[in-house]
């Protein structure tokens, strides 16, 4: 039976540490150059990458993971025409087709919150061997960057327990927050703080798993105070793409340029084991100057991205358990 | 000189012997799970995946083919830039700047009619050794869908001499359903049950060519007697994008809806050994109830696409003659 | 520190002549049929070939290179989307993010002219070990398509020193004619006739920069009389996409109609050694009767492309000074 990778929550703590090492040893190899005892890893199996939404940052780390890995890649990022409205094929059929050319995985990103676990209950049913990650579905769930995020804060704090993690920004429509508060919830004595404009608060079913799992959590639109008190600050882009209200899209950029923005002369506030993460794309949520700071690490995170989806792609081709 | 894959009238009864021999031999292999033998076939080579018209479906079942057997591929779904209405570049320049950069095949989907013949012959114009694949050229030939089709066929029943097939559904606007013809007239006493609404009936061309074939066949609108005379039932979905009268359009949805579309309860009328076909993307033709009835045998099909492809691939480049 | 290849001024005669030799060796082993050799080039290293515009073409040429030398790669012709309008992100951001994925070199495609030293920029200063090759920015530079016209010429001559080139068409809105010219100036004694109607003559920067390197040149509206002069006759399609004023362009293709097409019948006015070339896309001016005199260099030119791009990734790969 096939081990698919569907949502944050399917992970143990004793997953993810398994997870983290093996990223560490992908990281080590890679940069020690040993190119051809990376490749030995998937030498010869096969990846299809099916984006229905393109996300080139996306599939360029998980296109990225399986190259160096020497696993073959047939990818899409315009899958949509796959099942197109004029053509009409169910998510199911569209699986199923791909599922038969025997990809050792298939990497799915698709616009519904739960297409990962359709595409998955399909290739159990018919016994396909093919493993599914699900690279993004609808405002959901990406629970491979829940994971790299975990693995970032892993690295810099050794463990998790006792963080207090401040998540800011677009909190009601970013689904990095949610996979990753999700994940937090697996470990003791985090806190975390949600700094937000009241217009764009998690949603109450976040607030609802943490309550379930007792996590502490507190709800502000106080900057500076939460900049005090983090261990990791994770911030995110106003999505404004998914503000249909066009007043207040408005309302809400202003607000980010007033009062939810990171600069240079933010830095004093932080700790100075604090770390700064952001899932990228970055707008202006985060000031460029802050950059060169070595608290900022979101282009470390970025690139945990990839040793997290080798490690992960080795686990599932090598039935490793996580 | 390299040899081509143009249009299904091309292939000899033992030209597809071979290539259905050679088939099992890819199935075997790779269900083995072999991975490094597969790759020893072509490894090192390179195809060039040149669609004009996306379609996602076939072009990752030839690039997986492609991957498992060892050979590289670049690709685009989106070739029609290559020779934009702006830039105004000839297909026969495109392929000769494709035939220089020295794939071993060049697989090509455009929307022309005769595309795969004016790329064969510049290929063979200036003495190139690039083999092409035609993988869909305007509403004429599918070939690769047809030799697949036979495949399929082949595997259920050992020989395809003697069969009743039915062919059903838009018979106007399919190209598979001509391919498919044009091999069928290869085999003896087969016989073909035509079923449609009289608007969307197979062209008199195919009607002449299996005339001038012998080949027996019927015209009919009576989907039940149908099913119960066939051996291989092939179904087509409703070319809807393909028909311009809207009324039209609207009048067939509604036909196909109440008259042409194959459901749980139609199963009794089946033989016991026939099979059920469509080249797929199913829409609603074939309802999902049949699925699982064991002689449903479409996404089978659309496997055996991959496998009779990597069978073609490895013809080509290893020059056996098919 | 990484090399880049980032404007055609950059070469030096003697790195020119080592990118030569090497492309040589390409050709020579690729011909041979060796593919196991060819692969050991640059086995297992990846390349991520970016294209903010879709350019098949080009990113055909760089990837089937890639493939032959062994070298994986992660493409896109759709990068605008990876820092779309709405997004936002910065190129800096982008490459960044790419540099960290670890591929040995990024090939980049974008609309600015000053993009590639951008993105060098920011690989320099964050210490990646990405070689950045620029495919083409803006209207100013396409370094890569200046190397292999100079090699075009150089298989034709041995040398480029004492030749007469004749560049015609639209040479107001060709990048090709502006790289080439900057690279012609590395030469002796090369002479330079700038044949087009008025309005799209040669930018007055290149002018200056002729005079500055001492390089003979001339600029008339007369075909006839520059193809009799000519040892190479650089032809240049009317980039009627770029000028915005549809009186002017509609004039422009009358003239281009009538005065500046070469024909068979033009054939006789050329020296017997002379080449014709052409960066391609050709539409209309070049006929395509020409193309079966073995003057017509245009489709070599194209494939030497291939080479080119070959010696400098193992240039660049294998930290060869060019």
């Known amino acids: ?60 780390s998980f296109e990225s993971a399986a190259q160096h890995l020497g696993m073959n890649v047939v990818s899409t990022d315009n ?97 990095t927050v949610r996979s990753l508060a999700y994940l937090l919830g697996k470990f003791e004595d985090v806190k975390i703080l949600f700094v937000s404009p009241p217009e764009l608060r998690v949603g109450s079913d976040i607030l609802e798993y943490l309550e379930r799992h007792a996590i502490q959590y507190e709800q502000s639109a106080d900057m500076h105070e939460a900049l005090e008190r983090a261990d990791v600050v994770y911030w995110t882009r106003l999505q404004l793409e998914r503000i249909t209200d066009l007043d207040l899209a408005f309302r809400m950029r202003e607000e980010q340029v007033k009062r939810f923005t990171i600069k240079a002369e933010h830095l004093h506030l932080l700790k100075e084991r604090a770390i700064i993460m952001h899932p990228l794309p970055r707008m202006t949520e985060i000031s460029t100057e802050v950059d060169r700071d070595p608290r900022a690490r979101y282009f470390e995170q970025a690139q945990n991205g990839m040793y997290i989806r080798m490690a992960i792609l080795v686990s599932l081709v090598q039935r490793i358990e996580i």
Not at 16 to 45: H, N, P, V, W
Not at 120 to 148: C, E, K, S
Request: glycine share 8%.
């Open 1 to 60: 039976m096939p081990q698919h990778i569907i949502r944050a929550q399917q992970f143990t703590k004793q997953g993810l540490q398994r997870i983290f090492a093996l990223a560490d040893e992908m990281r080590a190899t890679l940069e020690s150059g040993c190119r051809q005892k990376m490749r030995e890893y998937l030498s010869g199996t096969l990846m299809h990458a099916i984006f229905y939404e393109a996300s080139t940052r996306t599939r360029f």
């Open 79 to 175: 899958a949509s025409q796959f099942s197109s409205a004029v053509k009409g094929e169910t998510l199911e059929d569209s699986i199923r087709v791909h599922a038969g050319y025997r990809p050792d995985v298939i990497v799915l990103r698709h616009g519904d919150d739960n297409a990962a676990e359709r595409a998955a209950r399909i290739i159990d049913t018919y016994g396909y061997t093919t493993h599914l990650i699900n690279a993004g579905a609808g405002r959901q769930q990406h629970p491979t960057q829940a994971v790299l995020d975990a693995y970032t804060i892993a690295r810099a704090f050794t463990t998790l327990n006792g963080l207090t993690v401040v998540m800011g920004g677009d909190l009601k429509n970013g689904r």
